[in-house]
């Protein structure tokens, strides 16, 4: 199967960073999405990470590592709005994570 | 808005009835995803159709059918429903089916068999 694996949760302080980590089998790889979900809503795209390194994209930075099965996404400068789940997808038979769900406290 | 459609947005049926959810891609995407999230199990790939083709299945269940039409938009056909199928369902639609396409998602179908 294409086991990505995701923490469940994470708590920060608003302000903050928050690194969410993600992990997922190499064979068959095309790339990796990062895709944002409130509560009761439908998921958005953030990012895709196709080469290893890091892609920045405001205060949010997706890092890949295609030799170690390893991705992260980086919340910087957290606000209350960034409260949500995050989405590790890869784009080999578009396979997501469970999510992790970042709580982000005053 | 993402410029994805699906309807019903809230559907309440029972155990051993049959559901129809329709989706209609945003404008110009020919690939159309089906997804079902349920508590427990995250978001879990359905299946995929490209141009009125099938083109990708995932854990479908064999009660479980699609088809995507000439005028693109796609239906997901539940039947002989049980309770573990309550669950948010949500179609995807992207531009074409190549790598890297990222998907748009609609508000999803929230499905309740009681």
């Known amino acids: 199967g294409q086991n990505i694996d995701q923490p469940t949760e994470m708590t920060a302080t608003e302000g903050a960073i928050v690194q969410i980590n993600c992990t997922y089998q190499t064979s068959g790889f095309n790339g990796l999405f990062w895709y944002q979900q409130h509560a009761g809503e439908a998921p958005t795209f953030l990012s895709y990470n196709v080469l290893d390194g890091l892609e920045e994209k405001g205060r949010f930075s997706s890092f890949l590592s295609r030799s170690k099965g390893y991705s992260y996404l980086l919340l910087k400068e957290l606000q209350m709005k960034d409260s949500a789940s995050y989405l590790c997808a890869n784009d080999y038979k578009l396979s997501f994570g469970a999510g992790t769900t970042v709580t982000v406290r005053a | 808005d993402s410029g994805v459609t699906q309807t019903p947005k809230h559907l309440i049926t029972a155990t051993g009835q049959r559901v129809t959810l329709r989706c209609s891609p945003r404008?110009?995407?020919?690939?159309v995803y089906w997804y079902q999230q349920s508590l427990d199990q995250g978001l879990q790939f359905l299946i995929h159709y490209y141009n009125g083709e099938e083109r990708a299945k995932g854990n479908i269940l064999e009660r479980f059918s699609a088809q995507q039409f000439p005028d693109l938009h796609s239906e997901l056909n539940l039947s002989s429903l049980e309770l573990g199928d309550s669950a948010l369902y949500f179609c995807a639609s992207s531009v074409a089916t190549g790598g890297g396409e990222k998907l748009f998602f609609g508000s999803g179908t929230q499905l309740s068999v009681l």
């Open positions: 404008s110009g995407d020919l690939s």
